[in-house]
Structures are given as structure tokens and as C-alpha cells.
Antibody, heavy 121, light 109 residues
Framework: QVQLVQSGTEVMKPGASVKVSCKAS????????ITWVRQAPGQGLEWMGW????????KYAQKLQGRVTLTTDTSTSTAYMEVRSLISDDTAVYYC??????????????WGQGTLVTVSS | EIVLTQSPGTLSLSPGERATLSCRAS???????LAWYQQKPGQAPRVLIY???SRATGIPDRFSGSGSGTDFTLTISRLEPEDFAVYYC??????????FGQGTRLEIK
């Protein structure tokens, strides 16, 4: 069965960078892309971006472009999401998710368990 | 960017009642690429409906989706205790960005 397992809770200082991992199993990693979605405390869902695990092509939310980088390591079936120059508004639970096709435009059938990133001085 | 507006913000109903949740898009959603998710506290979202009206695998048939263009509806025909949660709509026809509605909280009356 498809599983996405994320790395653990992070507490970061403003201005720092954080890198969250998402290890996939139960399917051929390069067949589907990985999307990242975040959710600030008590708030809704925000789409951050998508990466094709086959080609490495990426698409980013304009708001985060330049501060977020998505990468994959096909040898370990792991996707990574890095956010730089952290600010308090980046405090959120970060989710990786996978759809049913290799496209940024997809509903998300499988989700990681979420990684809480807290930005605080 | 397509903005999705969900209504109502909070819906208070009793088990056994029918729930109707609305999602309105600021422009037409292509090919009815509209999904609905359920999220419970401390959990990741779970897809219920994709393609505006297709139920995801394992979703009970009391959940149904309808609509096209700019107006979409999620209906829960007869509420069970486990259905009380927050519901989000998502459009994925215009990418990027994918966008979500702000959510509807379904609470027990």
C-alpha cells in the first residue's frame, strides 16, 4: 500500500532554513509527482508546490517562489521540501501528498502524517 | 488564480440529518477538476470526492458531490457521528496554483 512518511517536528529560529523529508513506499516512486501543502495553526490548506519524481520538473506557488525548493532522491524514494529565510508566518504543519497521476493538477489520495515546523525566536 | 469560497463557515446539525456544503469558484473550474476533503483534528486531509462527483475508494455512499462550472456541492445524506469534521474543496484544473477553499466546519448541534 502507498505510504508517505515524513520527518519529525522542527523548531527553527527566524531567518534559518528547514528541510522536511517525505519517504515514499508501496509504489514506483518515479511514476508520480509529490505535492507539498501546509496548514498554519487553526487555518486552511495552502498549496506550496509540486515536483515530478520522474523528470524533476517543479511548479511553485508564486507567493513562495524563491524561498522554497523541492527536490527528490530517486535512490531512496524520498522527496524533500526546503524553506529558507523562515519567518513566524511559516509556522505550520507541512504535508507531502500524492495524486493519482503525474501532474501538478491532481486530487491528493495519499498524504504524509504531517511535520510541524515552528518558527520562534 | 481561482478563488474558492465555501459556505457556510460553520454548519450545526444533528446525527441523521442531511448536510449540504457549498463551494463557489471565482471562475469556471475546467473539466470539473474539483475535489472535496474531510479533515479531523490532528489528521491529514482525506479525499472524499474527485472530478466533482466521483467518490474516492472506500468512501461511503452517503457522501455525494455535484456541480460544474463555478458552483459545486458536497452532500452528506444522513450524518453519522464520525462525519463531524472540517471539509475543504480544492480545484486542480488550473495549475499552478492549486487552490483550496477556506473550509466548512460541520459541528454537532
Amino acid at each position: 500500500q502507498v505510504q508517505l512518511v515524513q520527518s519529525g517536528t522542527e523548531v527553527m529560529k527566524p531567518g534559518a532554513s528547514v528541510k522536511v523529508s517525505c519517504k515514499a513506499s508501496g509504489y514506483t516512486f518515479t511514476t508520480y509527482g509529490i505535492t507539498w501543502v501546509r496548514q498554519a495553526p487553526g487555518q486552511g490548506l495552502e498549496w506550496m508546490g509540486w515536483i515530478s519524481a520522474y523528470s524533476g520538473n517543479t511548479k511553485y506557488a508564486q507567493k513562495l517562489q524563491g524561498r522554497v525548493t523541492l527536490t527528490t532522491d530517486t535512490s531512496t524514494s524520498t522527496a524533500y521540501m526546503e524553506v529558507r529565510s523562515l519567518i513566524s508566518d511559516d509556522t505550520a504543519v507541512y504535508y507531502c501528498a500524492r495524486g493519482a497521476r503525474d501532474s501538478a493538477g491532481s486530487a491528493y489520495w495519499w498524504w504524509g502524517q504531517g511535520t510541524l515546523v515552528t518558527v520562534s525566536s | 488564480e481561482i478563488v474558492l469560497t465555501q459556505s457556510p463557515g460553520t454548519l450545526s446539525l444533528s446525527p441523521g440529518e442531511r448536510a449540504t456544503l457549498s463551494c463557489r469558484a471565482s471562475q469556471s473550474v475546467s473539466s470539473s477538476y474539483l475535489a472535496w476533503y474531510q479533515q479531523k483534528p490532528g489528521q491529514a486531509p482525506r479525499v472524499l470526492i474527485y472530478g466533482a462527483s466521483s467518490r474516492a475508494t472506500g468512501i461511503p455512499d452517503r457522501f455525494s458531490g455535484s456541480g460544474s462550472g463555478t458552483d459545486f456541492t458536497l452532500t452528506i445524506s444522513r450524518l453519522e457521528p464520525e462525519d463531524f469534521a472540517v471539509y475543504y474543496c480544492q480545484q486542480y484544473g488550473s495549475s499552478p496554483p492549486i487552490t483550496f477553499g477556506q473550509g466548512t466546519r460541520l459541528e454537532i448541534k
